[in-house]
């Protein structure tokens, strides 16, 4: 049984910094594409951040140069490091690892895909929330 837990949300004031990670437990084959995706109350789900088994990384653009995302296999963990925190960061944060078998999807495509059902499994998610 595959099992994605999330840690690392809390809330910060405006401009703070956050490192949520994701512990992935059970998954049958090594480095699938993996990916953080987050809904705010009232929105629609969107990707965030996305990286592959190369560790190519792609983001949405409201994230670039503040998040980071990687990953340590040997750990089984992916980590996403978000730094100027806004308001418009608050939301639920979930971790995604896509379905397999391989071959997997690039970091590209799963950034547009990891949000809508049938591309992964799915951790319980952590909730950030950003003070004005």
């Known amino acids: 049984q595959v099992q994605l837990v999330e840690s690392g949300g809390g809330s910060v004031q405006a401009g703070g910094s956050l490192r949520l990670s994701c512990i992935v437990s059970g998954y049958k084959w090594s480095s699938p594409c993996m990916g953080w995706i987050r809904q705010a109350p009232g929105k629609e789900r969107e990707g965030v951040a996305a990286i592959d088994r190369d560790g190519i990384t792609t983001y949405t653009d409201s994230v670039k140069g503040r998040f980071t995302i990687s990953r340590n296999d040997a750990d089984n963990t992916l980590y996403l490091q978000m730094n100027s925190l806004t308001p418009e960061d608050s939301g639920m944060y979930y971790c995604?690892?896509?379905?397999?078998?391989?071959?997997?999807?690039?970091?590209?495509?799963?950034?547009?895909?990891?949000?809508?059902?049938?591309?992964?499994?799915w951790g319980q998610g952590t909730q950030v929330t950003v003070a004005s």
């Open positions: 995604v690892a896509e379905y397999g078998p391989p071959p997997f999807a690039s970091a590209l495509q799963a950034l547009g895909a990891m949000a809508r059902p049938g591309f992964g499994y």
